[in-house]
Structures are given as structure tokens and as C-alpha cells.
């Protein structure tokens, strides 16, 4: 699998790359530096340095994770992924490139968003689809 990266100006071709097998979900950097892409099959995240239009070292997952959609969080230091091979939501530091938790959820997810859902001068929060609810601690 390939993904070409192109000069809006002109519209043409800067460089092909090659990245992981099933592509599901690309995130831009808040700072757009780097290009962050999921490949399922694979269980990595590929990083593409969009000032060099080099890749960079992948993020390895959880083997059977199988990745789907994602989100970064506002400072660009942390991605939220949800996994629907092991129903969890992967908690990636993306500065240490290293799976800081593994949040269990009861019903697979295919997406995420973060923001402030429930009341003014609130935290920012994870939200999760309705019919995906976290599991319960034991």
C-alpha cells in the first residue's frame, strides 16, 4: 500500500510512499508536522515527517489490535485509538512512541472524539459512541 503526498499549489506528486497494509484513518499534527496513518492489518501507526516527506519509524500496537479511526489529543502528544480486534482504546504517547494504556470498552468502537460534552469549563474528555460503553472494573 502506498500513499502519494502532493503539492497543493501545483497539484502534483511530491513522493510515493509506501505504508501499511489497510490504511483506515490519516490525523495531521495540530503543529502539521507529522502525518499519523493507521494500517489495521498490520497493527501500526505509520508517521510521515511532512517537512522531510520522509517516513518515520512506525508506532507498533498491540499485535491483534486491528486499529480503526483515531484522535489526536489538542497538544499533538497523545493518540486515542480504538481497536476493535481487542475492543480496547489504545492510549499512545506519541513523544515516547509507546502504549502508555489499554482502556478496555464493552462493545467495539469504530471512532472517537474529544471534547468537552457535558458541561461548561469542563475537562476535556474522551467520547465514545453511545453503544460503546467502557467496561466495568472488576
Keep these: 500500500h502506498q500513499l502519494s503526498l502532493l503539492d497543493v499549489t501545483t497539484g502534483k506528486i511530491v513522493k510515493t510512499l509506501d505504508i501499511g497494509k489497510k490504511p483506515t484513518h490519516m490525523a495531521v499534527s495540530p503543529d502539521r508536522s507529522k502525518l499519523y496513518v493507521v494500517s489495521s492489518n498490520e497493527d501500526l501507526i505509520d508517521i510521515i515527517d511532512l517537512k522531510t516527506a520522509e517516513k518515520m519509524e512506525p508506532i507498533t500496537l498491540p499485535v491483534g ?20 480486534g481487542t475492543d480496547t482504546i489504545q492510549v499512545v504517547n506519541l513523544e515516547d512512541r509507546q502504549v502508555d494504556k489499554s482502556l478496555p470498552i464493552q462493545i467495539r468502537s469504530l471512532g ?19 453503544s460503546s460503553l467502557l467496561k466495568k472494573a472488576p
Excluded at 489490535?65 to 476493535?84: E, H, M, Q, R, V
Excluded at 474529544?114 to 453511545?130: D, H, R, V
Aim: one cysteine or more; hydrophobic letters at 35%.
Design 65 to 84: 489490535s486491528f486499529p480503526n479511526l483515531f484522535t489526536l489529543s489538542p497538544d499533538g502528544k497523545t493518540a486515542y485509538i480504538s481497536c476493535t
Design 112 to 130: 472517537m472524539t474529544l471534547g468537552t460534552p457535558f458541561a461548561e469549563n469542563s475537562k476535556a474528555g474522551m467520547m465514545i459512541p453511545k
